[in-house]
């Protein structure tokens, strides 16, 4: 059974730090990993997905790292922004292309 | 991007009714939709794959005659909660699949919380 795992719970930074986000998962069988945000309340939105044959994939200040073998992630904010403040959860795509396990997300708050 | 919508995005209801909530796949043709549930502080679990035309698919221990899922066409799923009790108070989220994007692209619903009294 595949298990996700995200460290740490919750990081409390200062505006223009740059920041690593870190997920594990049991199963290096995967077809894709995904990184969301989701904001208190709401629905999730997805930052990045990168292929089981990719490293890394990279959009504006984001930037996460896949390391299939050793079942890792990691999600690289840089210049951190209050605006940033939010969960930010990573999912792994297994059984068949047809499952999304989520990790236990990482609580982000970027302060002034 | 391909949008989904749920409906209603908050309910509040009596210990004992249904309730149901729909998920809508605006601009694309979805064969596959997924239901979602999350507790405060939790992440997303997969409660069941809903299939076009045929019958869901529930995870291990999610007892599918207190979930219904219906998924009658090819841009709605809905989920309806039997009975509802207050440990079914909960936010869930529903994604659906564009099958001409590959199967690996989901995009999620806003989620619909539930709280029962």
């Known amino acids: 059974k595949q298990e996700v795992t995200q460290i740490p719970a919750a990081l409390s930074v200062p505006e223009g730090e740059n920041l690593v986000l870190n997920c594990s998962f049991t199963?290096?069988?995967?077809?894709?990993l995904q990184w969301f945000r989701q904001d208190p309340g709401k629905g999730l939105t997805s930052l990045l997905l990168i292929q089981s044959s990719q490293r890394e994939q990279t959009s504006g200040r984001l930037n996460a790292s896949l390391d299939k073998s050793s079942g890792r992630s990691t999600l690289y904010i840089a210049a951190s922004q209050p605006g940033d403040s939010a969960t930010y959860l990573c999912a792994v795509l297994t059984g068949g292309g047809n499952k999304l396990t989520f990790g236990t997300g990482t609580q982000l708050k970027v302060e002034l | 991007g391909a949008v989904v919508s749920q409906h209603p995005s908050w309910v509040i209801c009596k210990s004992g009714t249904s309730v149901k909530i729909e998920c809508r796949s605006l601009?694309?043709?979805?064969?596959?939709m997924f239901w979602y549930r999350q507790f405060p502080k939790q992440s997303l679990m997969l409660m069941a794959t809903?299939?076009?035309?045929?019958?869901?698919?529930?995870e291990q221990g999610v007892e599918k005659d207190k979930f219904l899922i219906n998924h009658a066409s090819l841009t709605l799923s809905t989920l309806t909660v039997t009975s509802a009790h207050p440990e079914d108070s909960s936010f869930y989220i529903c994604?659906?699949?564009?099958?001409?994007?590959?199967?690996?692209?989901?995009?999620f619903g806003p989620g619909t919380r539930l709280l029962v009294l």
């Open positions: 809903s299939n076009e035309g045929s019958k869901a698919t529930y």
């Open positions: 601009d694309f043709q979805a064969t596959t």
């Open positions: 199963d290096s069988a995967i077809y894709n």
């Open positions: 994604s659906a699949r564009e099958p001409v994007r590959g199967r690996e692209t989901q995009y």
